[in-house]
Each structure stands twice: as C-alpha cells, then as structure tokens.
C-alpha cells in the first residue's frame, strides 16, 4: 500500500491549518519542517512533545523530519555542529520520525573527503537514535548533480536518498538520469 506523505508548511505555517490540508488531502503522513512558522531545528523538546500530540490527536504521523542539515559551508566546526545535529535527532525521534533529511554542504565542490567524513559521522549519529539519514540533492551542495550524489552513496554506507527532479533541472541535469 502507497502511503503519501507532503510537506505541510506549503499549505500553511499555522499546524492546525497544515493537518486540516492534510485531511483534506487524505495525507495521513507528514514531512514536518515549518511549523507555526518555526523551524524543526529550532524547535524546543516542550514544543516537540506538544506538536506529537496535537498529531497524535489529529491521526497524523511524522514520516519525516525535513531538517536544514547540511545547509551550511563546509568550513564548519563539525564538533559544535553535530551538537545542533543531535538536537534535530532527538527532535525527530520525539515527533515519531524515522527519516531526516539532510544536505551535502555549500562550498564543499573541492572539498568531497570532507563532505563524506561529516555524512559519514552524521549517518552513525543518526543511527544511536534509530534514525534514516536522506540526502537530498540540491543546488550550490556538493550534492547538486547525478555523478556528485552516486560519489556521495558510493562513500557513505548507510545514507538513503531523496530524488528532487526539479533541483537536477536548476543545475542542467536531465532529470530522467
């Protein structure tokens, strides 16, 4: 059975509007990333308990978390950063998310044993929290283009993809690849 699942927040940033639309929809499973027009990331452990409720309330379940990580330069402390990665992934696990979107980092074209080091350390974290880490491709990350995310699973075991045929097209590559 195909389950759907949307990103909510294109409907709204209020998340009573965003399960009415989901409802409406017959979506039963969200990719939560905006919600009352804040950030996951930026979410309290409080605001997290209080968002799975309202969810729980409402039969709504959290496919997946679509986090901001690995939007940054690569030039990044990865000590101080995985602290706020950890944060996203206990977020996540309190919603009842299993996957979490990720990114491959701005800057990082010349920089790939680099790229893969930080996924790789991102991909062991997640797994302390039973979580699926999914790249996404996308433009200006080291991850924009078919030859640069194949490089990118072909070096980080344990790393899901997310395919966004519209992000291949802002950067000349033929979706069907």
Known sequence: MI?????SDEAS?????QITALKRNNISYMEIRN???KNVKDLTVEEAIAIKQILDDNNIKVWSVGSPIGKEDIDIDIEEYMKKVCHIFHVAKLL?????????????????????DFLRR????????????????????????????????DNVPGLYYVYDPA??????????E
Request: aromatic share 14%; charged share 30%.
């Open 3 to 7: 389950k759907l699942c949307a990103f």
């Open 13 to 17: 940033n209020d998340l009573l509007r």
């Open 35 to 37: 919600v009352n027009g």
């Open 96 to 116: 009842g998310a299993g996957r979490v979107r990720i990114f491959s980092f701005f800057r990082a074209y010349d920089k790939q044993y680099k790229v893969f």
């Open 122 to 153: 991102m991909v062991q974290k997640a797994k302390e929290y039973d979580l699926k880490l999914c790249h996404e491709n996308e433009k200006d990350i080291y991850g924009d283009t078919l030859s640069r995310n194949l490089q990118i699973l």
């Open 167 to 176: 992000n291949f097209l802002q950067v000349g590559q033929k979706a069907e």
